[in-house]
DNA sequence: AACATTTTATACTATCAGTATAAAATACTA
DNA sequence: TAGTATTTTATACTGATAGTATAAAATGTT
């Protein structure tokens, strides 16, 4: 991530926080930022293309810091699942961002549409997955379902419990809440299969959020392609990490725990360095590749 | 409602519907009602003020549209809730306002905002008392609870239906499933008493939609006005209605039922013509009065 | 017919997104 | 270090739009 844009991401995402999205114009971002208007249109070719870049990056802090509460727990732990799943409200208020998980955004704008859909369908996939992880694989036919109406439950509570109270409750509370409903739910689902969410419509969700898989090879390369361009400029700690990954990856049985615990440790090396952005690409084409493998090794889904 | 109002709110309407509300500008709005610039802000000080005009007269059109399901009907009867609560769904559909009904549509305007809000608050109010209706007063201390997990899947549910298929669903189905969640679920609810919207919760939203209530004084009044300036212009149907309602309110055993079924065509009488509002706002006054009576004669909610 | 109102046509201000460009600053490289 | 490439800056411009202002014309009312 190059240094003028992180710039004016921060300046930006403070701003859409403070006085929201609509109301920020790009000057406003320009001056808080402390650049020329060129400057802006060099990284973003519309205030849209800006809002997703956060947008983006709030996914990814999100999706980094579910699986770092994952490491060394019990998948199958209910708790973590709270905590887990009530990570997205507290990111969401602190981002002021009700919006990006919201149920029918109705942007003007076709594009944020779209990317705030996909946000939706990916935590919606996500929990579907986890719900897999607890109560096991007989679940799966109605976890797209379970998964769509405890996230539904716990997005108009909180929205309803902050518009009564004035502030935003503790989301974890309307978290178990909602999962407390579905368990009691889920015996006369999966007796009655009365659902809405069937195989052929949650293909059709999830095709909108696919992304290619995630080849040896191709992980490999890419990670060969960055341990090269490491120089004496990086810390020994990045060029040890990237480098035991990178053996340990070519073996033939390599240990998907050991990667498992090591990513952590190598997104956070290169934070703040040139080789921020391509770390974090590698980590989460590592992960893929590791979550490809998650049922052979029972793996928690993050 | 004035003639050139209800002009600008029909082109309007067609453009939102056709565009997007964003992206009709004002001049959009004045060149298909073919009025000038000026009239326009004779008859609303923003474009805001005219969608919000559009919203509330969609809330209307639900709410007389439900009381006509809701005739000779009986109150408790499952079939007839599903096609009540159905009929949102295809408004907004018609309407193309899914942001009407959404749980966390965060506009750039305050205004607009609360507004929505407001409207969601009507209709989870409605729905808790409806469910009242059907599982009796027992149910009291969780409706609320009820009404806002159940209108919550119904919407997230044919949100993501609406993306998967990439065509509408018909709601019904989806109704009846979400009722049939809530159903599973309120024995538990009932008996744990494991709820979020609490008594006070309950009636902190509900003040947000407070309307004073209606006294039989006020109400007399109001229609006798209405009546006193009634002219042979208009059509003896309507006198005839009108008075008839007078008539039958100044007795101090005023039917409820008979004043009930005469409501819908009080109402339609006045269509079209230069005393539509105000039937409709007595029309409205009248209902609520018989609703706050609703406990002792079991007129149904709606 | 006289008066009051609503509507129209038109011009204006102000804000904002986005484009264009030349000069200055910075980074890269041989 | 000098020279080249790039990024950034300052500035001006276009075009769309919201909203204001106003005088004349149309319409309605009594």
Redesign the pocket.
């Known amino acids: 991530m190059?240094?003028?844009?992180r710039q004016i991401i921060q300046a930006a995402r403070e701003l859409f926080i403070k006085q929201g999205f609509g109301?920020?114009?790009?000057?406003?971002i320009i001056e808080a930022a402390?650049?020329?208007?060129?400057?802006?249109?060099?990284?973003f070719?519309?205030?849209?293309e800006c809002l997703i870049a956060i947008l983006e990056e709030s996914r990814d802090e999100l999706t980094n810091a579910r699986r770092e509460l994952a490491l060394n727990q019990n998948p199958s732990d209910i708790n973590e699942l709270i905590d887990q799943i009530s990570l997205i409200f507290h990111l969401s208020r602190k981002e002021n961002f009700t919006q990006m998980f919201s149920t029918t955004f109705d942007s003007n704008d076709q594009e944020i549409k779209e990317v705030i859909e996909k946000h939706m369908i990916i935590e919606v996939d996500w929990l579907a997955n986890r719900f897999i992880d607890i109560y096991g694989e007989k679940l799966r036919p109605i976890s797209f379902e379970c998964a769509i109406h405890s996230f539904a439950i716990m997005v108009f509570s909180l929205h309803l419990l902050n518009i009564a109270t004035g502030s935003a409750p503790p989301p974890e509370k309307v978290v178990k809440v909602a999962l407390n409903r579905i368990d009691t739910v889920i015996p006369i689902l999966l007796e009655t299969k009365d659902i809405l969410f069937h195989e052929d419509i949650v293909q059709s969700l999830k095709s909108k959020i696919s992304t290619a898989a995630v080849s040896k090879e191709s992980l490999i390369e890419q990670l060969q392609g960055f341990v090269d361009q490491l120089s004496d400029k990086d810390s020994d700690r990045c060029i040890e990490l990237a480098n035991f990954l990178l053996v340990e990856l070519k073996k033939n049985d390599e240990k998907l725990y050991v990667l498992e615990s090591l990513l952590t440790s190598f997104n956070h090396a290169f934070n703040q360095t040139p080789h921020e952005k391509e770390a974090k690409e590698i980590a989460n084409s590592l992960w893929q590749y590791l979550y490809s493998k998650k049922e052979k090794f029972n793996i928690c889904t993050y």
């Open positions: 190059n240094k003028r844009k109301n920020t114009s790009i000057m406003d402390k650049i020329s208007k060129g400057t802006f249109y060099n990284h070719s519309s205030k849209n």
